[in-house]
């Protein structure tokens, strides 16, 4: 493969395989993710529900369930390894380096916790900012969000607050501290269509502001189409196609990626006219499962893809996909 | 917390602030209870023994001569001293424990679940008798038997407040701002069990009362002649046969409206307590 543009990555994920062990079986949650991230850059991770874009998100702040282990595979971010930092180290990257939003602003915050307090904690902890200052600094943030009468919000608490206003509470939190990383998992699912746009607009243009990376889970195509530079398709634990968002989009290579955008609703005229696809994930419990986990809902099945394990091909330097049969 | 809430809580319930004024009234009697009363307790010239309620005696006197109305007010102290430290102390630990058991789980939990799951196995007023009977007859053994009895209801209110918030999205949000278990724990988990906790709180201090008063009138705890509730009560006992009623009902009147109003108290303090109450 040829040398990436920029020098060093700031996120670069390779091998990554990760599992749960429960009560009816090992789930093998994650099987040999690779991707990387440049400053700056905006990364979509698309799939459908169940598909492991979460975990995978959870995985790089060493947030995970008792039940997971992280089986192979290393995340380099900043010269350290993520997925092998101590607790202690965790904690120090948490919040500065490496943020988090989520899907339901609401349930994110301290429902009886002053908004503006909420913000100082994160200052307090990661700035080390103290006494008169915290207060500008926290509204400064409140500001940045664009949060109209940010001194008077600075007082509500999250109850007082509208969804897209909590949304923008959350964002003002995860960028107190201006992290290099922004995770973003599915930051405006509970939100309706206008809001959804601003704070969309919210989060890409404050990240081109601070040079900031960031990685937005979704399984709306159409939102990570408009807004990420890259986009990732996961698929039952693997990453199929992984690209600029531009190409994946336009000329996608895997059959999956296909039929995902084909069941898009807005390049349908009618519900008729979209194309679902069928089949359901697979049981990721099963030990035997295909060396491609797409290989039982594929049009394009041959035997032959079940042959060998899976490896990644480069349609171009900076477009991968991994399937046998890929356009 | 400040007045505003105050003053929009009290408006809002009127039983809420009935309750909070009748407090009021308790805490000056606590306080300034030597000061206002019309005799000294101890003092058996107050009236002759054994007067009906005159307007020189409002509460009558006891067979001593000693004025009840004075009695009654002065014991205020003693006995919302013992309830507000008993309680306190249960609180305390009870949260301590019940937040930490709650929120880590693990052998910690087990332990003192099953501890608090003993002491409730016990008829719970013959445990706090058997307590003061071993440890001593004194005010402190009191407030130590009634603050053990009162423990495991605050151990499992904590324990399971807290247990449903562990996964809350909001905890999980401060662990990924970096935040440890025990800052969670006490800015995030704890703030958001009081409201509930204070329910607890405010029906505890009228049984811690209650408790108290039941001790003494069995001779347990508080002497005399020291002016209780509980024990103006046992001395009047005997004498509601012979007609003197008034020796034993102004003190048990009195005992009834303490814990009542304690009872009353519980919405209204989770209201101040609670933002979301309060808009």
Same mark, same amino acid.
């Given at each position: ?58 995985? =790089? ?32 990257? %948490? ?7 989520? +899907? ?13 307090? +909420? ?33 008077? %919000? ?10 897209? =206003?909590? +949304? ?9 501290? +201006? ?20 704070? =969309? ?72 006219? =979209? ?9 990721? %419990? ?42 | ?279």
């Amino acid at each position: 493969m040829n040398a990436p543009v920029a020098s060093l990555p700031l996120l670069h994920v390779a091998d990554l395989s990760l599992e749960f062990r429960t009560r009816s079986g090992t789930v093998f949650a994650l099987e040999n993710i690779a991707f990387s991230l440049n400053k700056g850059e905006m990364l979509g991770i698309v799939g459908e529900s169940g598909s492991g874009k979460s975990v995978l998100a959870y995985s =790089m702040l060493g947030i995970s369930d008792g039940a997971a282990r992280v089986t192979a595979g290393t995340a380099m971010f900043g010269g350290a390894d993520l997925l092998k930092a101590s607790e202690h180290e965790l904690r120090e990257i %948490r919040g500065r380096e490496v943020s988090m939003i989520f +899907q339901s602003p609401r349930t994110a915050l301290n429902p009886i916790r002053k908004v503006g307090h +909420q913000i100082e904690d994160v200052l307090k902890r990661h700035a080390a900012v103290r006494g008169v200052d915290l207060r500008e600094r926290a509204i400064d943030c409140l500001k940045r969000v664009r949060i109209p009468d940010p001194a008077r %919000r600075y007082d509500a608490y999250p109850f007082e607050l509208s969804g897209g =206003m909590c +949304q923008r509470i959350l964002i003002a939190l995860a960028l107190a501290c +201006q992290p290099s990383l922004l995770i973003a998992d599915e930051p405006t699912t509970g939100l309706d269509v206008t809001t959804q746009a601003a704070i =969309m607009e919210l989060l890409s243009s404050l990240a081109a502001e601070q040079n900031m990376a960031s990685i937005l889970i979704t399984h709306d195509l159409a939102l990570a189409a408009q807004y990420c530079d890259r986009i990732a398709v996961m698929h039952a634990g693997h990453l199929i196609e992984c690209g600029p968002a531009e190409e994946v989009l336009n000329a996608p290579h895997h059959p999956y990626t296909r039929r995902l955008i084909a069941s898009t609703p807005h390049t349908a005229p009618s519900i008729a006219a =979209m194309s679902p696809i069928p089949g359901n994930l697979p049981d990721l %419990r099963r030990s035997d499962l295909p060396p491609c986990r797409y290989a039982g809902r594929c049009e394009r099945f041959e035997a032959a893809c079940n042959a060998a394990p899976l490896p990644e091909f480069a349609i171009t330097p900076h477009h991968t996909v991994r399937c046998w049969n890929a356009e | 917390m400040n007045t505003k809430h105050l003053r929009y809580v009290l408006k809002e319930n009127p039983i809420t602030a009935v309750a909070f004024s009748v407090f009021s009234l308790f805490v000056l009697m606590a306080i300034f209870g030597p000061l206002i009363a019309p005799f000294d307790p101890l003092d058996s010239n107050a009236g002759p023994a054994l007067s009906p309620p005159t307007w020189h005696n409002p509460f009558g006197t006891d067979s001593f001569g000693r004025d009840i109305l004075s009695r009654v007010i002065v014991a205020t102290r003693l006995d919302f001293g013992i309830a507000l430290a008993a309680v306190l102390l249960s609180f305390v630990i009870g949260s301590a424990f019940g937040c930490a058991a709650g929120f880590w789980g693990g052998w910690f939990d087990r332990i003192s679940s099953r501890l608090a799951d003993t002491i409730m196995a016990f008829p719970l007023f013959v445990l706090a008798m058997g307590v003061v009977a071993a440890l001593g007859n004194t005010v402190g053994n009191v407030i130590y038997a009634t603050a053990l009895i009162n423990l495991p209801f605050y151990l499992r209110v904590a324990r399971a407040e807290s247990n449903v918030r562990r996964e809350a999205g909001f905890v999980e949000a401060a662990r990924l701002a970096g935040n440890h278990d025990l800052r969670i724990l006490a800015v995030h988990i704890f703030p958001n069990i009081l409201p509930p906790m204070m329910v607890q709180v405010s029906l505890n201090m009228g049984w811690a009362i209650l408790n108290a008063a039941g001790l003494s009138f069995i001779g347990l705890g508080v002497r005399p002649p020291m002016p209780e509730w509980g024990i103006m009560v046992a001395e009047g006992a005997s004498y509601i046969i012979s007609g003197e009623w008034w020796v034993a009902l102004f003190p048990g009147a009195v005992l009834m409206l303490a814990v009542f109003c304690f009872n009353l108290l519980g919405d209204g303090l989770r209201d101040l307590i609670d933002p979301r109450r309060r808009t």
